[in-house]
Structure formats: structure tokens, C-alpha cells
């Protein structure tokens, strides 16, 4: 596979052109590491007893970006791809062989949306262009992480019952999509037939259910991290608060949508008031007294 390479600054991207960067920075974890001390990054890892999926993925997206200022970079982000490769199971999963720590009752094994399209991007990216479309099977259903509503599907990165629709995981899977069908859509070979078109059109319709049903993870000014019936609201972090409006502003550039932007411009304001960023954090405290973490020593994401 061939796609035109568009040289930008990490972090930035032109839609259209899956090669041209990501869609938010991975790269505060290893920014000021080198591709040496990245590699031994993965290798302690996939060595740990239970083995955190998202963490390895982002690892090989944040070597990726810094790929393309840092040539040396690529090294490890072919070492990440190829473990995972290796490690999908027949039908595309990369399931978490642990319970969820915290949060859901998620028995193992179990698969996330957020896993499954950071891998598809991961894979498109490294020129693995089988494999992206390995990956992408669970994310276009029917399966664990594609839960039907009225206003569309919504690719869930905690599989639970009832569904969590976890936000940022929603978004991540769909960028999978996105990759799937522009890089595929490209490709001559080596990837089934009307792929494609299928990831195109799985993406159009959870783009479409996310825009309608974005509302319902607006607090009045605040976003929430998800839709699960908690005891309490579960208020995003101002870390995930941030993250929202950055996943929204990018998904606007994909496929233009003024409730997006809407959104994007109501939490962005709302994330710069002492205010309001006072009362989310009081708020994410009383969740964590009614919603506890169980297993404190248990694999965490490098996700805040």
C-alpha cells in the first residue's frame, strides 16, 4: 500500500490523508525519551502479567508522530504493530485478558472500541493494511462493542450491560473507521473486497448517531465521561474535558457537523472557568466515594 505522505508537525493532520499525523498528541509519555529507551518501553510492557492493550497501542501512535520529525522512531512503531499482530485473535480482537479494575463490572476477556480503532489506525499507518481490516471487524458488528440505539451504533469502549457509551472510546473507534476507508478505499490489493465501503459507512452512521445524541453528555456546561447509570453522574476529568473538545474539533474536520462545533465551543469555554473546572473536579470526587476503585494495584491506562 501507497498513500501520499503530507510532512506535518506531530499532533496535526489533513484530512483525507491518514499519513499526514493523528488526531490528538500521543506523545507526552515518551516525548523526551529515545527510540532505545521506547523500545524497552514496549518490551516492559507486553512482560507485565496483564497485559494493558490500550497502553501498547498508544505507545506505537505516539512513536508513529514522533516518526515524522524522528525517523528512528519508526523502528519501534513496526516492533508495536507487529506484537499486536501477532496477538488479534481470528477475528480481529485484541481482548483484555484481566477484570476491569475499576468503575464497570467487566469480566475477562473483553474487547474495547478504543483498542480496536487506535489499532486500525496503528496498522493503517505502519502499511498493514490486512491487518487494519482484521482489527476493524469487531468495530463494524455485530459484536460486544457495537451497541445498536435509536439514533445509530455506538462503538463502546467498556463493553458493559447496560452499555457505558463511554465518549472519547465512541471517537477513537470512529477514527479507526475513518483510516479504514480512506486507506482502503487507496489500496490495489490486499485487503477484502468492499472493505471499504464498509468502514465508510459504519463510520458515517456512528458519526451521524454521536452528533445526535451528543447532547445527552452535556451537564449544562460540563461534559460527562459517559452514559452508564452510575450513582452519581460520571463527570469527565478536566484532563477527558480537554480531551472531548479535542477529539470533537478534530471528528468536525473529518465529517463537518455544527453540533459538533457546538459542543466543542461550549466546553472549551466552559473548561478555561475556575468555576466551573472547581465544580467538575467536587464532582469526579463524589463519584469515586460512591464508585470506588476496587483493585487499586491493578493495570491502569495511561489515560488520566
Known amino acids: 500500500m501507497r498513500l501520499t505522505r503530507t510532512p506535518q508537525l506531530q499532533g496535526r493532520f489533513v484530512p483525507g490523508d491518514p499519513l499526514s499525523g493523528y488526531y490528538n498528541d500521543l506523545t507526552p509519555e515518551v516525548r523526551s525519551a529515545t527510540p532505545a529507551e521506547g523500545e524497552e518501553r514496549l518490551r516492559a510492557l507486553v512482560g507485565l502479567p496483564n497485559v494493558n492493550m490500550t497502553t501498547v497501542v498508544q505507545l506505537g501512535l505516539a512513536s508513529w508522530q514522533l516518526g515524522l520529525e524522528q525517523p528512528g522512531w519508526l523502528d519501534v512503531t513496526a516492533k508495536v504493530a507487529e506484537w499486536l499482530e501477532e496477538r488479534m485473535d481470528p477475528d480481529g480482537g485484541l481482548p483484555f485478558l484481566w477484570d476491569m479494575p475499576h468503575t464497570y463490572e467487566l469480566p475477562a476477556p473483553w474487547l474495547s472500541s478504543i483498542v480496536q480503532g487506535e489499532a486500525v489506525s496503528l496498522f493503517v499507518r505502519a502499511g498493514l493494511l490486512e491487518a487494519a481490516e482484521r482489527a476493524a471487524r469487531p468495530l463494524l458488528g455485530p459484536s460486544p462493542i457495537v451497541a445498536e440505539t435509536p439514533e445509530g451504533p455506538v462503538l463502546e469502549e467498556y463493553p458493559t450491560t447496560p452499555p457505558s457509551h463511554v465518549l472519547n472510546g465512541w471517537i477513537f473507534g470512529l477514527f479507526g473507521l475513518y483510516d479504514l476507508s480512506i486507506a482502503a478505499d487507496r489500496a490495489t490489493s490486499g ?11 459504519a463510520f458515517r452512521d456512528g458519526h451521524a448517531a454521536l452528533a445526535a445524541r451528543l447532547h445527552l453528555y452535556d451537564t449544562g456546561g460540563w461534559s460527562r465521561y459517559d452514559l452508564f447509570p452510575h450513582p452519581l453522574s460520571h463527570v469527565a476529568s478536566p484532563f477527558y474535558h480537554r480531551l472531548h473538545v479535542e477529539l470533537l474539533r478534530a471528528l468536525d474536520l473529518l465529517a463537518p457537523d455544527e453540533r459538533l462545533r457546538a459542543f466543542a465551543d461550549r466546553w472549551e469555554a466552559s473548561g ?8 467538575a473536579v467536587a464532582r469526579k470526587g463524589a463519584f469515586r466515594v460512591a464508585r470506588p476503585r476496587r483493585s487499586p494495584g491493578a493495570p491502569q491506562t495511561v489515560k488520566r
Do not use: L, P
Open 191 to 201: 485487503v477484502e473486497d468492499g472493505v471499504a465501503v464498509r468502514a465508510a459507512n
Open 272 to 279: 478555561r472557568s475556575t468555576m466551573h473546572r472547581a465544580v
